[in-house]
């Protein structure tokens, strides 16, 4: 049973540049969650979709979007990015509210 | 706003001692409440889930417990092991949506 995976596993992007991360859930899970962690800090929520739609979103600015797809798989989409959106980018997947699984994250670094 | 504090930020032990970590929450109105391991660079494994309804659980050497009145929840860990080294994170969840982290717990277990 696979569980939750996540690319691509590293990345280096300039300023202003766009970056789309994708996320494929644990089998059997409906729901997938994105969180941004940046070194030495924890997790903090970016959005959560659920049926395709966006359910909930954190303290996040537009340029930060997502989408689920028919097969429950997600990306994250970050446009004009900035240093400071250097981070580990974490995928969650449950099935509706349940327990939280987690990939091993996309290492974004922005120059 | 839901703050979630760890404490200690960092704890070197011997091995084989026992050992609690601690965890702090400013609104008690939770839907549960999650430890993580997380090792360097790495995505976050779960360890445990303690429901608001419950008092404690337990997987092996670790014991999660939750007082939910008093905001704190400990995460045990007897007998540790060098293979135990990671940091450790607390999240509460209030509304079965996003988890609210901790900073972590960085815990190095010597042999």
């Known amino acids: 049973d696979a569980g939750v995976t996540q690319s691509p596993t590293h990345l280096i992007k300039t300023r202003g540049q766009q970056v789309t991360l994708r996320c494929s859930p644990k089998s059997g899970h409906d729901t997938v969650s994105w969180y941004q962690q940046a070194l030495g800090q924890g997790p903090q929520f970016i959005f959560q979709?659920?049926?395709?739609?966006?359910?909930q979103r954190g303290n996040f600015p537009d340029r930060f979007s997502g989408h689920q797809f028919p097969n429950y798989s997600s990306e994250l989409n970050v446009n004009a990015l900035l240093l400071g959106d250097s981070a580990l980018y974490l995928c969650?997947?449950?099935?509706?509210?349940?327990?939280?699984?987690f990939g091993e994250g996309s290492r974004l670094t922005v120059l | 706003k839901q703050e979630v504090t760890q404490i200690p930020a960092a704890l070197s032990v011997p091995e084989g001692e026992n050992l609690v970590l601690n965890c702090s929450f400013t609104?008690?109105?939770?839907?549960?409440l999650q430890w993580f391991r997380q090792d360097p660079g790495k995505g976050l494994t779960s360890l445990l889930l303690?429901?608001?309804?419950?008092r404690e659980q337990t997987s092996g050497r670790l014991n999660a417990s939750l007082d939910k009145s008093s905001g704190r929840s400990t995460l045990y860990i007897a007998a540790s092991q060098p293979g135990d080294s990671a940091t450790y994170l607390c999240a509460v969840d209030q509304a079965g949506t996003a988890l609210i982290f901790g900073k972590g717990t960085t815990l190095s277990v010597s042999s």
């Open positions: 979709y659920y049926e395709e739609e966006e359910r």
């Open positions: 609104d008690s109105a939770i839907y549960n």
């Open positions: 969650a997947s449950s099935l509706a509210i349940g327990e939280l699984f």
């Open positions: 303690i429901q608001s309804s419950q």
